[in-house]
T-cell receptor, first 116, second 114 residues
């Protein structure tokens, strides 16, 4: 069974630009969550989608947005990039919102975004 | 305010000995706890979990202990192996409901020396 895939793996952008990251969950998983990992803050929750609906959102500015498609694939978008947005962006999938299986999330390898 | 804390940024252990990684949480609504292991340039890998109805869960060399009254959990690895060297993240969540996101600690870097 293929794992969670994320594209691209590495990205370099400049301040003010926007970026779109993609995540394909494990087949059969309907929930996708996004996390930002930085050395100082660790792993921080961005948002979660289930059946194309955003179910939960972390404490990030509106420049960070996402969506989920009918095949459960998800994208996240960051507009007007800032230097502080440089981070590893991780996508995780799980089966769905029911108890334990929901919470055991499987992570992709991440997209390393560098903002210059 | 950090809801999940891993107060030791790093830990060094000799091969064959026990590794004990600790985690504290503040939110009493958390009822499901997980440990993830992360190698450089890879995403976190699920290791072991525990529900708040239990105080211990064991899987091979890995055991997680939960002390609800102290809001503390720990991961024991015995015997430790060099391949266990990685960053370990503790995470907490509320199972079911609408809170599906995981709250992570900042991680503890474990080094197992041969």
């Amino acid at each position: 069974k293929a794992g969670v895939t994320q594209t691209p793996r590495y990205l370099i952008k400049t301040r003010g630009q926007q970026v779109t990251l993609s995540c394909s969950p494990i087949s059969g998983h309907r929930s996708v969550s996004w996390y930002q990992q930085t050395p100082g803050q660790g792993l921080q929750f961005l948002f979660e989608y289930f059946s194309e609906t955003q179910r939960n959102k972390g404490n990030f500015p509106g420049r960070f947005s996402g969506r989920q498609f009918s095949n459960s694939r998800s994208e996240m978008n960051v507009s007007t990039l800032e230097l502080g947005d440089s981070a590893l962006y991780l996508c995780a999938s799980s089966m769905g919102p029911s108890g334990r299986a929901y919470n055991e999330q499987f992570f992709g390898p991440g997209t390393r975004l560098t903002v210059l | 305010d950090q809801q999940v804390k891993q107060n030791s940024p790093s830990l060094s252990v000799q091969e064959g000995r026990i590794s004990i990684l600790n985690c504290d949480y503040t939110n009493s609504m958390f009822d499901y706890f997980l440990w993830y292991k992360k190698y450089p340039a890879e995403g976190p890998t699920f290791l072991i979990s525990i529900s708040s109805i239990k105080d211990k869960n064991e899987d091979g060399r890995f055991t997680v202990f939960l002390n609800k009254s102290a809001k503390h959990l720990s991961l024991h690895i015995v015997p430790s192996q060099p391949g266990d060297s990685a960053v370990y993240f503790c995470a907490a969540s509320r199972s079911g409901g609408s809170q599906g996101n995981l709250i992570f600690g900042k991680g503890t870097k474990l080094s197992v020396k041969p």
